[in-house]
């Protein structure tokens, strides 16, 4: 949650993932909070807030492969359509210190098992019980087995379903106390000092007890919260302590691109490796101030060649170091919601220079297995045409039927990269690549034969960006190499100059059908034109993945 504010009053704002935004035509959601009150706004907050949830959910079932690319379509078009025109009306009941004190009695008898009558379902949890897809909220109230039963045999009734879908089950009981051992007592301690802060009296109130015995639920992480969640909690905490609004909104933007870079995990299955590759990713964007990556994500940045002194500072990057170290210290040491911090006594090489890493043997081919796997034809295309051109993601997603040729000397296809079909990087990206026997043999002169206009006309360079990052965590290809560069679109272009400079091409000829100027002979680059098309055959046809 982003809570903003303009000319003293309250904005709820919420940044749409890049990945998201072929399907949400805005790039983010904005709503008055009408409330100069920062506790009144967040209790306010909460309706969208909601939503938010339910989006994010959505988008991690759809990246665990849990949802048809159809279904992920159509509910997050529902959900954004009800966010965007929920009308903004505010009960009179709208006092934040009733709400949490109301909240703080509920789950104080949830503690101790009595059972308490569940609301009946809104609008938007039945447009999502419809569908099959429901939040944790949603979840508590749809189904009927559920509505009579005391809350805590609720949550565990919830987890043990969930452990069944894994093949593992727990006794009823044995759930139930581990519910009341751990995750009451926690809920119960976050929201006394929510109150505590509303009344404006210092947090001195113990953890309340629900059982004499209390344990940790660090040794679960399968059951630890989300990192949207946690990121939010700890900001209030912070807030508490008096954190400054200048460095909440630091935070702010940290958090943004936090979950854009790492997605939106629990907590507990976090690793230290996911901690050190999240700041190296952010070290490599550009600074927002800088016209050309204004308005542009994390994710979209990656792709981009981004100069040293355009990216941020490290001084700025080792910010979200310090903010990682604090929030899995706030995990440990305050919530005991994990044992250990991954994130401590982290030492990153900021200051050094990273660039685009090319993938190995196994991770080639687990690209090319991919390309018969994936749902959506396109995704097919990207992956076998950047293995085997080598080709920018700009360039790919531009091709024309037309831009599919008959060499008439060699009798070979090749592809013309033009800008004619949109724009390229350099007058060197104009040229002709042939056509791999492996491109051939998967079907791409029939994909081309009678095309006029794009092959692809609805893909857009951010999709690409998004779906390759959710496929790489998929297949279980780390974002990084050894020596922190980053892994991702491009990186089949390096691969592919990489493979070839391992079996000998002559670098002048790697670089004319890769469209890189030739700058290999000094003063003799200049006497050296464009090689005909059966001269650079064998660069293509070296590209065996084995």
Not at 50 to 65: A, E, G, P
């Amino acid at each position: 949650m982003l809570l903003q504010k303009r000319s003293q009053i309250f904005y709820f704002r919420w940044v749409v993932p890049a990945d998201m935004r072929y399907l949400i035509p805005q790039t983010e959601l904005i709503k008055s909070l009408r409330t100069k009150c920062e506790a009144t706004a967040l209790m306010r907050s909460a309706r969208w807030l909601d939503i938010v949830q339910r989006i994010r959910d959505i988008r991690d079932k759809f990246r665990m492969n849990e949802l048809t690319a159809a279904n992920y379509e159509e509910v997050i078009q529902l959900l954004w359509d009800k966010a965007k025109n929920d009308p903004i009306k505010f009960p009179r009941s709208d006092n934040p210190l009733a709400t949490v004190s109301g909240r703080l009695k509920y789950f104080t008898a949830m503690g101790h098992g009595m059972s308490i009558p569940r609301p009946e379902l809104t609008g938007l949890d039945k447009l999502t019980d419809k569908i099959g897809i429901t939040n944790k909220a949603s979840e508590l109230t749809a189904h009927d087995q559920y509505m009579n039963a005391p809350p805590d045999a609720v949550i565990s009734l919830m987890a043990n379903e969930a452990l069944r879908n894994e093949g593992i089950s727990v006794p009823d009981k044995e759930m139930r106390k581990k519910v009341s051992l751990d995750y009451l007592p926690i809920e119960i301690h976050r929201l006394q000092r929510q109150l505590n802060f509303l009344e404006g009296r210092e947090d001195t109130l113990e953890l309340i007890k629900v059982s004499s015995k209390a344990t940790s639920v660090s040794s679960v992480s399968t059951n630890t919260p989300a990192l949207s969640q946690v990121l939010d909690d700890f900001l209030a905490f912070k807030v508490i302590g008096g954190l400054t609004e200048k460095i909440q909104k630091e935070y702010h933007r940290y958090i943004t691109d936090v979950l854009d870079l790492m997605g939106d995990k629990p907590v507990g299955e976090i690793t230290r490796r996911d901690i050190r590759d999240c700041i190296l990713s952010y070290a490599d964007i550009g600074k927002r101030n800088l016209k050309v990556y204004r308005g542009l994500s994390a994710l979209e940045m990656l792709e981009m060649d981004i100069p040293v002194g355009d990216r941020v500072a490290p001084k700025t990057a080792d910010g979200l170091r310090k903010l990682f170290q604090g929030v899995f210290s706030y995990l440990v040491k305050e919530v005991e919601v994990l044992k250990d911090s991954p994130a401590r006594d982290l030492d990153l090489k900021l200051d050094t220079s990273r660039t685009y890493s090319s993938c190995n043997t196994a991770e080639t081919l687990l690209w090319v297995k991919a390309a018969n796997d994936v749902d959506k034809p396109w995704q097919k295309w990207m992956l076998l045409l950047g293995l085997y051109t080598g080709a920018r993601r700009g360039e790919l997603v531009q091709l024309r039927g037309e831009d599919i040729k008959l060499d008439s000397d060699s009798g070979r296809h090749y592809i013309l990269i033009t800008d004619d079909a949109g724009s390229v990087k350099t007058s060197a990206a104009i040229r002709q690549v042939p056509i791999h026997q492996e491109l051939i043999n998967a079907g791409l002169l029939d994909l081309a034969a009678g095309v006029s206009g794009r092959l692809f006309p609805d893909l857009d360079a951010h999709q690409v960006t998004g779906w390759f990052t959710r496929y790489r965590e998929n297949i279980g290809i780390p974002s990084r190499d050894d020596f922190g560069n980053r892994k991702v679109f491009h990186s089949f272009r390096h691969t592919v100059i990489t493979k070839l400079r391992s079996v000998g091409v002559p670098v002048e000829k790697v670089q004319q059908v890769i469209g890189h100027e030739k700058t290999s002979a000094g003063v003799t680059d200049r006497y050296t034109h464009t090689f005909p098309l059966k001269d650079v055959l064998g660069v293509i046809d070296s590209l065996v993945y084995e």
